[in-house]
């Protein structure tokens, strides 16, 4: 086989259903099934190229040339599409995001599912979904999600073969917004892979494992319904349920600031007063407030007016991750 080069395109995506807490932290096997929305407009674009004449692999994540941890999560992408192509060339990998980088946004979902489409593809293999969907989870577990286009249910499984995503309804199905306050742009202190880890820690945790399957549902039924009065509270209880188990796990991770709350407060009032829109927030103060399209310009207005929100950036549903190049060809 000769080794060759590859780009590819993901988007991240935003949980309506979180993924928190593992049951198998090394191959991120999920305590629970989670269901999102991919993010048009905002994406991650990664080239992978393999190349004999390197001695160790290079890792380019924003035009920085990356070592220690966030080096090592990429190579070890790499080690797996190298043994499942028996390849033993070192490789280039450069990714970019096309989003601030400094607004804390989860950047890793998108870029890791387009690692794993990218680096396949380089290597000459060729993968369904679910199989590259696997793999993406593997370096970072919500990029199994970014796999899949538009609105994607990640089924938990039970270990590696069982655990991957697939769409439920594509883009186009429902022109949700997601509007998205940002409150804090710095670097979150604990990150989520840390944060999974402490889950368990939580007498929340079991709860909310617990419960998840009927708040699936009823996220999955609302949204093949188009039905945004079902969808909003759902997924509201969700993400609180969630910041439960991360406010009360040991040590706790709390991740609001005052203009969170104020946030919260403030999309529950409007939605009172008849404007379609709700709140998420994942391992950050951020808030994503999702709407239907017709409320979008007026949230990010309102948004805005916001004491401590920075700025408010709007994305619509998202396709699948795909190739933009694959340069075998000119290589061999
Ligand atoms: C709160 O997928 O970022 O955003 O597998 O360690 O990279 P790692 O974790 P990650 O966790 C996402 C957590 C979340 C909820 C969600 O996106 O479902």
Redesign the pocket.
């Known amino acids: 086989m000769q080794p060759g080069k590859a780009t590819a395109i993901a988007h991240p995506?935003?949980?309506l259903?979180?993924?928190?807490g593992?049951r198998d932290h090394a191959l991120?096997i999920?305590a629970n099934s989670?269901l999102?929305m991919n993010l048009a407009g905002l994406s991650a674009t990664t080239t992978v190229a393999f190349d004999d004449s390197l001695t160790e692999d290079g890792v380019v994540l924003n035009g920085v040339e990356r070592s220690g941890a966030a080096k090592d999560r990429v190579v070890k992408m790499l080690d797996r599409v190298r043994a499942m192509a028996n390849l033993h060339a070192c490789a280039r990998v450069e990714s970019r995001n096309d989003f601030p980088s400094g607004a804390g946004l989860?950047s890793?979902?998108a870029g890791?599912a387009a690692l794993a489409v990218a680096a396949v593809a380089a290597a000459g293999l060729r993968l369904d979904e679910a199989a590259l969907s696997r793999l993406a989870?593997t370096?970072?577990?919500?990029?199994c999600?970014s796999v899949p286009g538009g609105y994607v249910e990640?089924q938990a499984g039970v270990e590696d073969t069982s655990s991957f995503a697939f769409s439920i309804a594509p883009p186009e199905h429902w022109a949700l917004r997601d509007v998205i306050a940002i409150i804090d742009a710095k670097h979150k202190s604990v990150?989520?892979?840390?944060?999974?880890a402490l889950a368990d820690t939580s007498p929340m945790h079991a709860g909310r494992v617990a419960t998840i399957p009927d708040r699936l549902n009823r996220v999955k039924a609302a949204i093949l319904n188009r039905d945004f009065a079902a969808l909003a509270p759902v997924v509201e209880e969700d993400a609180l349920a969630?910041h439960a188990v991360m406010m009360t796990s040991a040590p706790p991770l709390i991740y609001w600031q005052p203009a969170t709350i104020a946030v919260i407060h403030a999309v529950r009032a409007w939605r009172a007063g008849g404007l379609p829109v709700c709140f998420t927030?994942?391992?950050?103060a951020n808030v994503h407030c999702l709407c239907e399209p017709s409320a979008a310009e007026e949230v990010q207005r309102r948004l805005r007016a916001i004491a401590g929100v920075q700025d408010a950036l709007t994305a619509s549903p998202g396709g699948p991750a795909h190739l933009v190049s694959n340069h075998l060809e000119s290589v061999r």
């Open positions: 995506n935003i949980a259903i979180k993924y928190w593992n991120r999920p989670s999102s989860a890793s979902a890791f989870r370096g970072s577990g919500s990029a999600r990640w990150g989520s892979t840390q944060g999974h969630m927030i994942d391992a950050g």
